[in-house]
């Protein structure tokens, strides 16, 4: 009687696997396609970016190949590029311009917001705060679907006739905005808005089921100040991206009825061929205006993620608690407030008033206030640590330096005076792509190369690791820094050639050294490609938590099935940073240990809670533990 | 078998409430940013001056009117299914649908008031802009409709009542933020002719 009644251990485990069983091999479809499981739909971001990382790292190549060869017979690349290439040999210079605008949206949309927030907010925000699932599985399907499409049409738009966008990243109008201008602002400019539009909805949909599950779904005991940073980073993300992204939604979509319907709000007093457009009334700097207002706030869409990931994988491998916890946390928020008013210093040269201009340099500089803070507890949490240089650790460590040498000319590009000098040339290409181009794609390789254990079950080669990172390191300097020199000898960004230009031909080397490096860089990713997909095969198989790390990620099964934990969600009793305490046993202790389960190593409050809990009798549970 | 009692501070659940709603009015914030972002193009695109002036149509106070009262009606539809009084909130969620039509109906006639005063979307922003705000916020209001539409067809399920109120009370908020938006819209476009 009493048998059928009671469940060993072991009889309810072989149950819950089997339960998970029933869930995961459904069906090819319904598990690896539309999957609502936030794990899948991870993965699937991850891959789609990499696929996109990989196709806008080839187009930089094909324009530094331009830029840094200017006179190289370049028809080995027919298979390739075909009609792309002039008779001589070389890219077709409004090709060109195509290559520069897709390689910008790719990187910036695709691969940095969807394949790293995307990734990483789907994947650790519920298994980090304790939830079974997002919000809503079926919202986050469709996000990625969202996303999907977007990148089908953006992927067309670079094989039609007229070629893909051509009028820059930030497709200011009137470039954009009349097909005469230039052969990529016809369809290919059509799709890329067709693209963006669907891009937003599914990066809205992403955000609303980030911020719904990282305030209502916390498990027992996850109180906001015990939450990892990785999730306030991805929270701050998510409500960044919810205020930024429709005010690009309105640009794209006035854009959108300038082009197709004949209105006049960003057009007006234009003439060509001598013949004056019938568009009266509008104004180019609304597009610049509108646009800026998610522009630079998207620099942090993109930033930030990569710092939560840097913050969690700097402690986990210094053993160390983070440093200024709150700081971090306080340095994120003004960051995320600062990135909605700083917007008009991608506009100092429009003609604005220089009043308006110094408000917007002092909002600008203040900046390097939260960032200020934010290296010097990275710098602090690493400073006597029990280093263990992982890969992860070592990109993490790379994003700081990037952050910090890429943040520094910030300061002077967000001066409205020496803005002047240098707005538009190869200086803000450098100080972009080091700032957020490269610190956030260091975020992102740090954390595929951390948290591949609990995506995959198994383990990264460190040896191919280290050689991927100090090849990308070193070629990632070798590719900006020269740009700086280049930048403040005044050459403009965007130019196809300056061979024409006594004055510039002087750094024809420069670029060149630039352009070899990018190679390299561009080359040792597939190094990084090949031990992934190795890895996913044939890695070694990882234990449960590979980094004695102390989320909550890590008290799940190798491989954790559909709803994450087999049995109950565990509840949270200490913050995520308990690394190295003296006293304790090791040097971790994860966030579902209660302190009565540390005496040797509580601190006095921490006994002091303890005893406040067993003076309130309703607060007391009595565990009653078999031995 | 020995055992031991030990002693372990019982976590709280943390501050939550029901993910929908939240969602939705998450979803509501950043429909309020599109129309920001078109209310501040609008002041500094109008400050620049050439700025042709014209009046808006009158319609446009009816189909006020018209979404205010489909509002009440709505919220009484809700105080409705909380009483579990069913043949009424098939009635009123029905009555909303039906005036959420007409304020489309309405706005369509505006925009030919408009025509008729030779404003078209195309020509100076100032009429464009009054195009787009009013069309955009139709766009959402369909959305509007179509929910009313799903609410109503659960009415008749019996699927609302007091017990389950989480449908009917997202519909809700948002048919209120329709409302609200409009007569944001319309103040705005008055106050900044």
């Given at each position: 009687m009493a048998a059928t009644v009671t469940h060993s251990p072991a009889e309810v485990h072989v149950h819950d696997e089997h339960g998970h069983d029933e869930h995961a091999h459904g069906n090819f479809w319904t598990t690896y396609i539309f999957s609502e499981d936030h794990k899948v739909i991870a993965k699937q971001f991850l891959i789609t970016g990499m696929i996109w990382a990989l196709i806008g790292g080839i187009l930089s190549v094909l324009f530094r190949l331009q830029l840094g060869f200017p006179e190289a017979n370049l028809s080995w690349l027919k298979p390739l590029l075909g009609g792309w290439l002039?008779?001589?040999g070389k890219i077709d210079p409004e090709f060109y311009l195509a290559l520069v605008t897709m390689h910008g949206t790719i990187m910036v949309f695709f691969v940095l917001t969807a394949g790293l927030s995307g990734t990483f907010s789907n994947f650790l925000i519920p298994l980090q705060v304790g939830a079974r699932d997002m919000a809503s599985g079926f919202m986050n399907m469709l996000s990625y679907w969202f996303f999907f499409l977007s990148s089908v049409v953006m992927l067309t738009s670079l094989f039609i006739s007229t070629g893909p966008a051509a009028g820059g990243w930030t497709i200011y109008p009137p470039l954009s905005a009349l097909p005469q201008a230039i052969s990529g602002s016809g369809l290919g400019m059509t799709l890329w808005l067709v693209s963006m539009a669907l891009f937003i909805v599914s990066s809205l949909l992403g955000s609303i089921n980030y911020i719904t599950t990282v305030i209502n779904l916390r498990t027992k005991g996850m109180t906001f100040t015990k939450l990892p940073l990785t999730i306030w980073a991805f929270f701050f993300t998510a409500i960044i991206g919810i205020l930024a992204f429709p005010v690009l939604f309105g640009a794209a979509l006035l854009l959108i009825f300038d082009r197709s319907f004949g209105t006049s709000f960003y057009l007006s007093d234009i003439y060509i061929g001598g013949e004056a457009l019938p568009n009266q009334g509008g104004s180019p700097i609304l597009f610049q205006h509108l646009f800026w207002f998610l522009g630079h706030p998207e620099v942090y869409i993109v930033l930030l993620p990569a710092l939560g990931l840097s913050s969690e994988i700097i402690a986990t491998n210094s053993r160390k608690p983070i440093f200024g916890y709150k700081a971090m946390v306080g340095s994120m928020m003004f960051i995320a407030i600062l990135s909605f008013v700083v917007w008009a210093h991608h506009m100092f040269v429009t003609g604005m008033n220089p009043f308006l201009g110094s408000i917007f340099t002092l909002l600008t500089l203040i900046i390097a206030v939260p960032s200020a803070v934010k290296i010097f507890n990275y710098v602090t949490t690493l400073w006597k640590g029990n280093l263990i240089f992982t890969p992860a650790m070592l990109f993490s460590i790379g994003l700081v330096s990037f952050f910090l040498t890429g943040g520094i000319t910030g300061l002077f590009l967000g001066n409205s005076a020496v803005d002047i000098q240098l707005h538009d040339t190869y200086f803000v290409v450098a100080h972009f792509h080091l700032v957020m181009g490269s610190a956030s794609f260091f975020g992102m390789m740090a954390g595929v190369y951390h948290w591949f254990p609990k995506m995959f079950g198994r383990m990264m080669d460190n040896r191919l690791g280290y050689i991927h990172f100090w090849l990308t390191f070193i070629g990632v300097y070798l590719v900006f820094f020269p740009m700086h020199y280049i930048g403040i000898a005044g050459f403009p960004r965007?130019?196809?050639?300056?061979?024409?230009?006594e004055t510039f031909s002087g750094f024809a080397d420069l670029n060149m050294l630039v352009s070899i490096a990018a190679i390299i860089t561009l080359s040792a990713q597939f190094i990084f490609i090949f031990n992934f997909v190795y890895a996913i095969f044939r890695g070694k198989k990882a234990p449960a938590n590979p980094w004695n790390s102390?989320?909550?990620?890590?008290?799940?099964?190798r491989l954790p099935g559909h709803g994450n934990w087999p049995g109950e969600i565990p509840t949270v009793y200490r913050w995520p940073y308990d690394y190295s305490k003296p006293g304790a046993k090791d040097d971790f202790i994860p966030q579902n240990v209660p302190y009565s389960e540390t005496p040797e190593s509580n601190f006095p409050f921490e006994n002091e809670q303890i005893k406040l809990e067993l003076g309130n009798n309703g607060a007391i549970v009595v565990e009653n533990k078999k031995h | 078998m020995t055992s031991e009692f030990r002693i372990v501070e019982e976590p709280k659940q943390p501050l939550a409430m029901n993910a929908k709603k939240f969602a939705m009015w998450l979803f509501l914030v950043s429909v309020g940013m599109l129309f920001a972002a078109f209310s501040s193009a609008y002041i500094v695109r109008q400050a620049e001056g050439n700025w042709v002036d014209f009046s808006l149509p009158s319609l446009f106070y009816y189909t006020t009117a018209i979404i205010v009262l489909s509002g009440i009606s709505m919220q009484w539809a809700y105080f409705a299914a909380k009483k579990d009084e069913f043949g009424k909130v098939k009635t009123l969620v029905g009555i909303t649908a039906v005036l959420g039509i007409a304020f489309l109906v309405g706005q369509v006639i505006g925009w030919r008031q408009l025509t008729e005063s030779s404003i078209y979307l195309v020509g100076n922003p100032s009429g464009s802009f009054v195009y787009i705000l009013t069309g955009l916020h139709g766009a959402h209001l369909i959305g509007g409709i179509v929910f009313l539409i799903i609410v109503l067809i659960s009415a008749f399920q019996m699927k609302i009542h007091s017990k389950n109120l989480l449908q009917i009370e997202l519909c809700v908020t948002y048919w209120h933020f329709l409302g609200g938006l409009w007569i944001y819209l319309f103040v705005f476009l008055i106050l900044n002719r």
């Open positions: 002039t008779a001589e965007r130019y196809y050639t300056w061979t024409t230009f102390n989320t909550l990620e890590w008290t799940t099964p | -």
